[in-house]
């Protein structure tokens, strides 16, 4: 048998542990509600873990070093605060949805009741292409893992990746995903803790750092403009990121009340300095001048040079899980708001039976149509965060005024969204893109703070205690 197809039973066997796990999890899960929630049910380690199995991404071992690779000491900061700030920051939102939203189910449960329609449609299209696109983000990485640690051609890495994941998510939805975190978050930490190390025993910090000198000085320089950028605008970009992911949403609804500020705040600490381990191995690539065939792979690629056979399977394993995690919970993110937001509005008296037949049959369509978005490998992760970063920032502020302030007028939120993306891509395609993603936050700001001042309106909180409640009587 070819090593070609000795590593794809390898990775077959990895994922069959992932699918016996959740099987057995699946077994317990009966209602729609435990498939795409299960409100208030998570503590501080559930809930943790679930946090950090998901948020650690293919993009925080993947491109948190592409960042690093490319801005040198200020790009591995501002890429873990990129996610670390924006976690933190979601804290005290997650509090307030448990007090104004006590019964919803997804983030477009608050928008449905909160705003008016068009602001809904708007934030649910808007929602639906994020998802696709970060969704891509993780194929890509899972592709490019499996080409440079195991030689597994790109297309089957990213087909052999879905499969596994789409069979284990689709068995039991949420509690699947979050039942198996605990695992995989174990194994991304084995990446964190031991990789690293094991690379730089055998390269030697300072070699590393006179290379470093040598041949990229800017990459140490802590007042470098396009670093300071990044530094500025990633946490803009990751805070528009959690606001709108549904994925957060979930969790702030299934963990407990009296822990969700506690949980959220140690999950953002926790997961800063995840990007910032695995982003020395760039470094290492900087200073010993090895340049991977993609800059989205100097990771696994230092990892294989340097740390010897065990650090490029410990990398595999656990960057994979990461992956795995982050795909899972993306399928039963977006598979909980189209049935919540799209499917229920058609189908209003839908029993507990026909939901759960249609979330699972929907996890696998969208794992499919994730699968072939993934394939053409169109750019690189960093640069579809970006990209999806002006989207991001245009949702900042309706969604923190909308959860706070009574004031925000609906038409307001409205005219920030839009005007804040079209300027936003203006200024990224002719300026930069991070300078995009600064000005779709300033703008949304700016339109939804001014434009609600001089037209306020006075929303009425108690509308918000009837979102889900119809969700309820269907069970």
């Known amino acids: 048998m070819s ?9 077959l066997a990895l994922g069959a542990v992932f699918i016996i796990s959740s099987w057995y999890i699946s077994r317990k899960v009966s209602s729609i509600d435990e498939y795409v929630g299960g409100r208030g049910k998570l503590g501080v380690a559930f809930g943790t873990t679930s946090l950090l199995a998901f948020w650690i991404t293919g993009n925080t071992v993947m491109a948190g070093p592409e960042a690093a690779y490319n ?11 990129l996610g670390g700030v924006a976690v933190i920051a979601f804290a005290p939102l997650a509090k307030r949805i448990h007090e104004v939203v006590p019964n919803g189910r997804t983030v477009g449960d608050f928008f449905r009741h909160r705003f008016d329609t068009k602001n809904y449609n ?33 297309e089957l890495a990213v087909i052999l990746t879905f499969f596994i994941v789409i069979v284990y998510s689709t068995m039991g939805g949420f509690s699947s995903v979050t039942g198996l975190a605990f695992f995989q978050v174990m ?34 320089d802590l007042l470098a403009p396009a670093g300071l950028l990044l530094l500025f605008a990633g946490p803009i970009l990751g805070i528009g990121e959690v606001f709108m992911d549904n994925t957060f ?24 300095f995840v990007p910032i381990a695995v982003a020395t191995l760039a470094f290492v690539a900087i200073g010993t001048q090895q340049a991977p065939k993609e800059v989205n792979q100097v990771a696994p690629f230092i990892a294989e040079i340097y740390g010897g056979e065990f650090a490029s399977w410990a990398f595999l394993i656990g960057v994979w899980a990461a992956l795995a995690s982050s795909i899972a919970a993306l399928l ?52 579809m965060l970006f990209f999806l970063g002006v989207v991001n920032a245009a949702l900042i502020f309706p969604i923190m005024y909308g959860l706070f302030w009574k004031k925000l007028n609906p038409n307001m939120s409205f005219v920030a969204a839009i005007s804040a993306i079209i300027t936003g891509y203006i200024v990224y395609y002719s300026v930069g893109s991070l300078q995009g993603v600064v000005v779709s936050g300033y703008v949304s700001f700016l339109v939804c703070w001014v434009g609600s001042m001089l037209k306020p309106d006075n929303f009425d909180w108690k509308r918000l205690e009837l979102a889900g409640v119809g969700q309820e009587e269907n069970k």
């Not at 969790?251 to 500020?261: G, L």
């Not at 509005?345 to 149509?369: C, R």
């Open 3 to 11: 090593s070609l197809w000795i590593n794809v039973l390898i990775i």
């Open 249 to 272: 949403w979930q969790r702030a609804y299934a963990i407990r009340k009296d822990k969700v500020t506690q949980i959220f705040s140690l999950s953002g600490i926790g997961w800063f």
């Open 122 to 154: 708007l934030f649910i299209v808007l929602s639906l292409v994020w998802v696709f696109g970060f969704l891509m983000t993780q194929g890509i990485g899972g592709g490019l893992l499996l080409e440079q640690v195991f030689d597994i051609p790109y």
């Open 332 to 383: 039963n993110s977006i598979t909980s708001l189209i049935l919540n937001d799209i499917y229920l509005k058609f189908k209003p008296k839908a029993t507990n039976d026909q939901q759960l037949s249609f979330a699972k049959k929907l996890t696998i369509a969208i794992g499919v149509l994730g699968l072939l978005v993934s394939l053409p490998k169109i750019t690189s992760m960093l640069q």
């Open 187 to 220: 194994l991304i930490l084995v990446v964190i803790v031991v990789v690293p190390p094991l690379v730089y025993l055998t390269v030697g910090v300072s070699p590393v750092y006179e290379g470093m000198q040598a041949f990229d000085l800017g990459s140490l």
């Open 71 to 81: 801005d040198g000491i200020l790009g591995a900061l501002g890429y873990a605060a």
